[in-house]
Structures are given as structure tokens and as C-alpha cells.
């Protein structure tokens, strides 16, 4: 029996553990324990995502909370640490690249414990990111290494890891889409915000470089609010771009208007269904870029660069920078030419988990 321990820690980790703990769940050869950092613990950025997409309770839940991220990096560390040396585990599974991904990888490494990296070889080349600071760092301590997308491959052969650790799986939160699909379609959450479907855009916000600086912030959210008399904008707030609007003064921009309807975060069926029905999505996401791609539905990426070509090359995705002129720009752009919607990523097919299972047991 192959032990493994899989860690969550943040929102856009649970949908990528929840069909890796499935498959898991199917197979007689291994045994999993789900350890959650408590990185996120909102009851709608943590519980809403294990009821609804069928997580099992965490065997263990580190409550590690909000700090900086020295601190939360290092508290993962400490708490996760006597967790291994008693669970003894064969594999440390991490997904994605949030501090519970690098602290956790960090951990198991130094105790010869193997890690297996679930979204490896993404890169923003961006180090100003937190995220691919932990991607590179993950990646450089990984024993098996999961890949999305062709980019990663040749990001990892630069890199110098071994091809023989690189495994092209294609992408477990395309899994937990098609599986979810159906159950999204019954939401009601379109009569709850009384939107018409293909009839508003869709907007969600929470990058550290976009939501942290109140000049950056403004000109973001006065490109929405041109947006917004064009269509109805639905934009469930992360709890962090929520905070700083209040702390920057700016809470003006959070109260309830016709036209930009800000609302709290949202579980993944309501989410789904808001994404499905939109006429366009806004985001500085990472993994909403993904699922607008599999979805065929135009997405405007609030950067100047992304760790997921794909999503470019392959999919509805086009960088619109972060000024109001960028912005709406992109928007009209998009509206007067939407992008072609007929093209799949190689592997993008649902089955990513089980290719990932597989690995697992033939590493071994
Ligand atoms: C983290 C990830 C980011 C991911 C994002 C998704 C890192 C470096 N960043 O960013 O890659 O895209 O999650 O949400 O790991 N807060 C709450 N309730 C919660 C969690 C957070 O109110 O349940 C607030 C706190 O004020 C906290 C702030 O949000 O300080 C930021 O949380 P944190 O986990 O540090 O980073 P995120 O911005 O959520």
C-alpha cells in the first residue's frame, strides 16, 4: 500500500485535490491522508469548496490562518513537519503554487520524504509574483513533476530537471469542471443576482500587484465602471481586495450599485454557473483563465503576463494589462472580434487524475 499525504492549504488548491483524493478513494493500492494548511478558512473559501465537491473531511487541519508570508510559509513548515515524521508517508502530493505548496514540498524534501508537484513548470518569469516564486522553488525540490501544458515542459528541460521526473497529465481542474458541469447548470444564483444569462460580465480580482496599491486598484475599477454601462458587472470580492478598499478608503466602490454588483466570495456550483452565463470574464485568476479556455467563453486576463500560454495560444484567453485604457480597450476588442472557442488543450480531457494515479503507482 503506497502512503501518500495530499496537502491543501488555499481556495484554487481544493478543486485540484478533490479528483486526485477521488481517484485516490477508487484504488485499493493507496492510502491517503488530506492534510489542510488552514491557509484560507473563510467558511466561503474553505468549507463551501469540501462540501460541494465532495471533499472528505482533512484528516488534519494545521490552522495556520493569515500572516505574512515568512510567517505563514514557516508556520506551515513547523506544523506540518511532526505530521510526516508520524504518518511516515511514501509521497507528499502538492498542488498549484501557493505558500502551502512550497512550505509543504519543503518540509517533506529535507525529511527524504518524496514530492510529487501537481501543476509543475508554469512561469510567469515574473519573480515579482509570490506564486512563481513558489512554482520554482517547488519544482527545484520535486521527485515526480505533473505538467498542464506543453510550456512547462520545455520551462522544466531549462531548468534542467531531469525529462524522466516530468510527466505531461494534462489538468486536474479541467476534471473537476466537467465533473461539476451539470450541477452548475442548476444553480439559481443567475434569478438570485437577477442577470440575464450572456447578458453580464463577470469580474474577479485578488493579485497582490493589482489589488495592493491603491493607484493600480482605482484605474482597474474605473475601467469597470465603464464596463458596467455597457452590462451588468457581477464581481464576487476576495476577501483581501475587500479589506484594502475599506483600508484605502475607497469603500465607496464596494456598495451595492445596479451596474457593478459586488458581492462576497462564491462556492464552486454558484461560481460555475456565474462564469457559464457570463458574456465575458474579467480576472487576474491563474486558474480562471483555465476553465474560461475548456468553457469557450472570452476571458481578458488583468496582467501584462501569464504562466498559462495555453490559454493564449490554444484558448479564449488575451492579456489586457492593468490601466483603464488597457482595459477597455481589450473589452471593446473582445466584443467586436470574440476569440474562436473550437480549440481543446492536448489533455485537457478530464482524466487528469487518473494519469496522475498511475504515475504514482508505477514510481514506486
Ligand atoms: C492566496 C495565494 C494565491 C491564490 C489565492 C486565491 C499565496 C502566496 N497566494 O492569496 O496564489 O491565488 O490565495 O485566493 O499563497 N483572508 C480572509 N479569509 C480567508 C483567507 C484570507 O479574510 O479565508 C484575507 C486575509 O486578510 C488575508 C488575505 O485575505 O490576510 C490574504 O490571504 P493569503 O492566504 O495570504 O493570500 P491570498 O491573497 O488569498
Request: charge should be negative.
Amino acid at each position: 500500500m503506497l502512503k501518500t499525504i495530499c496537502v491543501c492549504g488555499a481556495r484554487p488548491n481544493f478543486m485540484k485535490v478533490a479528483p486526485i483524493v477521488e481517484a485516490c478513494a477508487r484504488s485499493s493500492e493507496i492510502e491517503v491522508l488530506l492534510v489542510h494548511t488552514g491557509q484560507h478558512y473563510d467558511k466561503n473559501m474553505s468549507r463551501i469548496f469540501f462540501d460541494e465537491l465532495e471533499l472528505p473531511e482533512p484528516d488534519i487541519n494545521l490552522e495556520v490562518g493569515s500572516s505574512s508570508h515568512a510567517a505563514q510559509t514557516a508556520e506551515v513548515m513547523r506544523r506540518f513537519e511532526p505530521v510526516c515524521l508520524e504518518y511516515h508517508p511514501d509521497w507528499v502530493v502538492v498542488v498549484g503554487d501557493v505558500n502551502s505548496t512550497l512550505a509543504a514540498a519543503l518540509v517533506a524534501a529535507k525529511l527524504g520524504v518524496s514530492v510529487a508537484h501537481v501543476e509543475a513548470g508554469l512561469r510567469s518569469f515574473d519573480r515579482a509574483m509570490p506564486e512563481e516564486i513558489n512554482r520554482v522553488l517547488t519544482d527545484a525540490i520535486s521527485n515526480l513533476l505533473f505538467v498542464t501544458e506543453r510550456s512547462g515542459l520545455e520551462n522544466l528541460k531549462r531548468e534542467g530537471i531531469a525529462d524522466s521526473k516530468v510527466k505531461f497529465v494534462g489538468n486536474v481542474m479541467i476534471d473537476t469542471v466537467m465533473r461539476h458541469r451539470p450541477r452548475a447548470e442548476a444553480s439559481s444564483i443567475l434569478e438570485r443576482l437577477e442577470l440575464a444569462p450572456k447578458g453580464y460580465v463577470m469580474v474577479t480580482l485578488h493579485r497582490p500587484e493589482n489589488v495592493d496599491a491603491a493607484g493600480t486598484l482605482t484605474s482597474i475599477l474605473r475601467a469597470l465602471e465603464v464596463i458596467s454601462a455597457d452590462q451588468p458587472v457581477a464581481f464576487p470580492m476576495h476577501p483581501r481586495t475587500r479589506g484594502n478598499l475599506t483600508g484605502m478608503g475607497l469603500a465607496g466602490w464596494v456598495s451595492p450599485s445596479a451596474n457593478l454588483r459586488i458581492i462576497d466570495p462564491l462556492g464552486y456550483v454558484d461560481f460555475l454557473k456565474l462564469m457559464l452565463d457570463a458574456s465575458l470574464v474579467l480576472t487576474d485568476s491563474g486558474g480562471i483563465q483555465e476553465e474560461t479556455t475548456i468553457l469557450g467563453l472570452p476571458c481578458l486576463t488583468l496582467r501584462d503576463n501569464t504562466e498559462r500560454p495555453v490559454t493564449i495560444t490554444q484558448g479564449t484567453n488575451r492579456l489586457a494589462g492593468r490601466s483603464t485604457d488597457t482595459i477597455i480597450a481589450a473589452y471593446r476588442a473582445v466584443r467586436a472580434h470574440p476569440p474562436a472557442t473550437d480549440h481543446v488543450p492536448e489533455l485537457w480531457d478530464g482524466h487528469a487524475a487518473d494519469r496522475i494515479l498511475t504515475s504514482l503507482l508505477a514510481a514506486d
